[in-house]
């Protein structure tokens, strides 16, 4: 029994009279007795050990060519400036003073040495304690420190096991579209789409800076704030700058999921951002201000290049706001934006997958036979397509391995997990569970998918795909369109609105969205159509109509069509077998269906074959032609494209005849 340590020569045993092991021991050779023999620690205090631990971050690039107007100062100087324009964000426009911001953590109590303050000499009359107080900014934040301090200051952040960072985004899971409003300006008024349709609710600029100046107060009452400094758009000669300031971890972390991350050298010569968001989140507008009906409200100023989010943490705000910014900047140079996924083919084929909410962007476009461009939101320009965006957002509603094994794979360390449910104890994650909400999300960085293409850009799509997630069951699974059918059912925008992601809908119903995205559009609808018509002509691009929804009965008696036969059609598009098929024309909405798709049934391609009741499938797809063609109404005043009248009345004969 007795053991042995003479291995290490410090200990050693033999039994002694009361039949114990007597311990004995070695006379060390200066005399003093070690523990252990192993190589000692570098540090003579715990703090010093401490300390050792963590190593300053790689010191920013060296200066070399004088192409920055940053490449001549030093790094504090550069510090300051840096410092400066984070005050300048932060700083109250009716108020001369205050608050001190400084830069790091407020629980790390380092002295506040590097103070940013403008020194202006002030009558004590003026002095308050908000000049008086510290803002602590928590500047462009790594993942592992985000997630230190969701999980130490906000309650409902864990670590799943999968690594990801679950969250709850709090009463709001979902946007809030009746909530938002643009300032109407002399500029904005004459630029924008206004009235019946159009989702820009308007607000005057004395309401928006009373909300404005409500929230940077908010803000500047916390002990610290997250400024995010990041891009969005892959076109190098279209990016744009966006500062995000935010209360909550959480916040961060998406955005720096959500955005373009800056490399350290492209941080350090940020300068100005050319669009800054203050979202406060929990707090919410005051409902004695003018405009407000709620205790929400996401204000956009396109003259200040300012956004204002008070009363949801709902993230989704923050990234679909920005895209609404991007739908006004862009087409003013002649670039259309979209809200589409793209991807690319091996031999440099482009897809765009056009789709309201929960139609299947996200899922078709992560496809592992090809390159992700992107999930969602999309630019093109003269030089082709590039992602907005750094990262993808997908729904995780009933997510599987087996059907969307690239998106599983990318929930891991980094990951924001928005309103899941998990097991208390192993921490692993119900993606069937719906207690929180139908609209749990997953916020991913866009390397996170193993063939993503980086730089996110790519050539002229080749084809663009309309997705509709029809919950009556009656357009068929794949349609090829003409030019004109492609801009009608694009201004159209038509899918059945599955359940969760806006606020308030919880039983999918037949929704119109004007190019997909009418939440988002900036312009009248007609502009972006015209945009998109030009380019697929000039392109030779091939529009596509496919069903991601029911089939063999509406929603409650039919079912969604299976993921693995929408998969099988994508392929066909993409590969090119299908532009070749045998087609005929489908009643009422005159769409061009093939008679066969390779690993599809063949039942199912014509709708009425897989309705059992005939007369019911004739009635609903009479009622959603009618739901169509009442729709289209507000459309018919306006002329479509330059010149001629050609292609409006084309697109006007494109929808269903009865
Ligand atoms: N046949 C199908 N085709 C596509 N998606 C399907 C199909 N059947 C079920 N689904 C499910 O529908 C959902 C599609 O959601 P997805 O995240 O792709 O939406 P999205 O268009 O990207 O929306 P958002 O703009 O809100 O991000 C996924 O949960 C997917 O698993
Ligand atoms: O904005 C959101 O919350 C999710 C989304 O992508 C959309 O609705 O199109
Ligand atoms: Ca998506
Ligand atoms: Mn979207």
Redesign the pocket.
Known sequence: MASNRNGNGSIATENGSNGLPKITTKKSVNGICHDDSGPTVNAKTIDELHSLQKKKSAPSTPNTGTSTPFAQISDQERQKLQLQSISASLASLTRETGPKVVKGDPAKNQKVDHVHHHHVPTPTIAVSDSALKFTHVLYNLSPAELYEQAIKYEKGSFITSNGAMATLSGAKTGRSPRDKRVVKDKVTENELWWGKGSPNIEMDEETFMVNRERAVDYLNSLDKVFVNDQFLNWDPENRIKVRIVSARAYHSLFMHNMCIRPSPEELENFGTPDFTIYNAGKFPCNRFTHYMTSSTSIDLNLARREMVILGTQYAGEMKKGLFSVMHYLMPKRQILSLHS?SNMGKGGDVALFF?L????????STDHNRYLIG??EHCWSENGVSNIEGGC???C??LSRE??PDIWNAIRFGTVLENVVFDEHTREVDYSDKSVTENTRAAYPIEYIPNAKLPCVGPHPKNVIL?ACDAFGVLPPVSKLTLAQTMYHFISGYTALVAG?EDGIKEPQATFSACFGAAFIMLHPTKYAAMLAEKMESHGATGWLVN?GWSGGSYGTGN????SY?RKIIDAIHNGSLLGAEYKKSEIFGLQTPTEVEGVPSEILDPINAWSDKNAYNATLLKLGGLFKKNFETFTNYKIGKGDDNLTEEILAAGPIF
């Open positions: 996924g789709g909410s929960g139609t299947g962007k996200t899922t078709l999930d969602d957002y997908a729904k509603i009933d059907k969307e997705l992601t991601t969604r069509i299976k993921l929408t």
